[in-house]
Nanobody, 125 residues
Framework: QVRLQESGGELVQAGGSLKLSCAAS????????MAWFRQAPGKEREFVAT????????RYTDSVKGRFTISRDNAKNKIYLQMSNLKPEDTAAYYC??????????????????WGQGTQVTVSS
């Protein structure tokens, strides 16, 4: 059982930067594909970024390419989401997810077995 805890969300002005962290405990974090998803009020949860167990492979949704960077530190059991040039449309609750089984990166929420509680990011215009 992998337990995930996000942190780092806050209110930031448009054009600003923010770094989210996700701490994992239990299970085998170092072997798991990880991802960030987000959900804005009244909208469905959407994929943001994913990273392979080694960190060698990353994928992003088009709207954040060039602005967000996902990374991981397996020694610390953490993943990160560095966000820059933030826009009001980035406002959402951001969730960390662990795939558990399976070695391929994926953007489908149903492929991820473990989820954190989320951290709120609000971007003011």
């Amino acid at each position: 059982q992998v337990r995930l805890q996000e942190s780092g969300g806050e209110l930031v002005q448009a054009g600003g930067s923010l770094k989210l962290s996700c701490a994992a405990s239990g299970g085998t974090f170092g072997n798991s594909v990880m991802a960030w998803f987000r959900q804005a009020p009244g909208k469905e949860r959407e994929f943001v970024a994913t990273i392979s167990w080694s960190g060698a492979i990353t994928r992003y949704t088009d709207s954040v390419k060039g602005r967000f960077t996902i990374s991981r530190d397996n020694a610390k059991n953490k993943i990160y989401l560095q966000m820059s040039n933030l826009k009001p449309e980035d406002t959402a609750a951001y969730y960390c997810a662990a795939r558990g089984t399976g070695v391929s990166v994926t953007s489908y929420a149903n492929d991820y077995a473990f989820w954190g509680q989320g951290t709120q990011v609000t971007v003011s215009s």
